[in-house]
């Protein structure tokens, strides 16, 4: 770790993550792994067996990502009364249920607990910051902190403040994911969904759009996904992917000679996906016929021995943020 991670790192020695399913007990190991002192909140009565066999399951994929491993579980406690986990921390990781109204009624308990400075970060996928701090008095250190799953290992998170989040908040955010190499990224504006959940809305509804229509089947579907634009977008995002697929004349010939024309065309003519029970069915037995039968854990430690692999092969591109020339 540079010393500038470390002095940043520093001033949040003292994390609280409240709500530690999938996504609380990835930050969990990625916290642990970076020195910090963790108080895990979560009212599941096998919660304190679920992280640490989380954190085993994880720890072989911090290794890989040259992170330590070993005696995590020495700045980990878990403290069930809200109140009493966030008493003193520096930052609060929320990753509770996806349901507003908790949010917001946590939110205005863990302001009136947590101390001023402490930096308040939810995961949500969806909820603007506006909206969840709604019942504080004063939201100006609450804003989103979006990771993808699984925190420990995908790059990004989506920093999204509210309206009453100060911009002080928003820059500390950004230090703070970026000391524990992430990739943090500002949006301007709160939209629902943020961004890189839109887009794989968009993907999806079109994934089902073809198993409905018998075109492929879903492994068939993971696989040319897999193999095409699963492979470019780790390298080139959406629109220099079509700047090179314009040629010489990049973007601006794309969109209007080529390619690109007719896919804005397409746009007006873009199906609505009915999520009906024959297709749910469909879906549920191709999976069943295919993956499905991997056992979760499985399926996540190849998940992870992929994701690292493409992570060290890509080297630096990610953690310096761009993949222009
Ligand atoms: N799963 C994903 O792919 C993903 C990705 C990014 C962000 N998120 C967001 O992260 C958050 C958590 O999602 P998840 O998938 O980890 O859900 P999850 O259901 O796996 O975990 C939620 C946890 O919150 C706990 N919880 C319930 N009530 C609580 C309370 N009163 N106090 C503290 N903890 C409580 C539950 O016991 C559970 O362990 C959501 O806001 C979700 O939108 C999820």
Same mark, same amino acid.
């Given at each position: 770790m540079t010393d500038s991670n470390a002095a940043v790192l520093d001033r949040y020695r003292n994390v609280a993550v409240v709500g530690a399913g999938v996504i609380g007990s990835s930050w969990t190991a990625l916290f642990l792994a970076h020195g910090l002192k963790v108080v895990v909140n979560d009212p599941r009565a096998d919660i304190e067996s679920a992280v640490k066999s989380d954190l085993v399951e994880i720890a072989p994929t911090l290794k890989a990502l040259g992170l330590p491993s070993e005696g995590l579980e020495k700045n980990l406690r878990f403290e069930a009364d809200l109140e009493r986990a966030v008493s003193g921390v520096d930052l609060v990781q929320e990753n509770g249920p996806e349901k507003p109204e908790w949010k917001q009624q946590l939110w205005a308990r863990i302001e009136k607990a947590v101390p001023a400075h402490a930096l308040l970060l939810s995961s949500s996928s969806a909820r603007p910051a506006t909206e969840q701090g709604s019942q504080m008095q004063n939201a100006s250190r609450l804003l989103v902190g979006h990771p993808f799953n699984p925190p420990h290992l995908i790059p990004l998170v989506e920093v999204v403040p509210g309206e009453r989040t100060d911009p002080q908040a928003v820059e500390d955010a950004v230090a703070f994911y970026a000391a524990l190499g992430k990739v943090p990224r500002v949006l301007k504006k709160e939209i629902q969904g943020f961004v890189a959940n839109r887009l794989q809305r968009a993907i999806m509804r079109e994934a089902c759009y073809l198993v409905q229509e018998g075109v492929v089947t879903v492994d068939e579907l993971d696989d040319i996904v897999t193999s095409s634009i699963g492979m470019r977008w780790a390298v080139n995002g959406p629109f220099s992917s079509f700047h090179m697929g314009? #040629?010489? #004349?990049g973007l601006a010939a794309f969109f209007t000679d080529g390619l690109g024309k007719n896919m804005v065309a397409a746009w007006k003519k873009v199906p609505t996906v009915e999520m009906d029970d024959v297709l749910r069915e469909r879906i549920i037995s191709q999976t069943a016929a295919s993956f499905g039968k991997i056992p979760m854990e499985q399926m996540e430690r190849t998940r992870d021995n992929r994701q690292v692999a493409l992570l060290r092969a890509l080297g630096n591109a990610h953690a310096s943020g761009t993949q222009k020339q």
């Open positions: 314009g #040629g010489p #004349g």
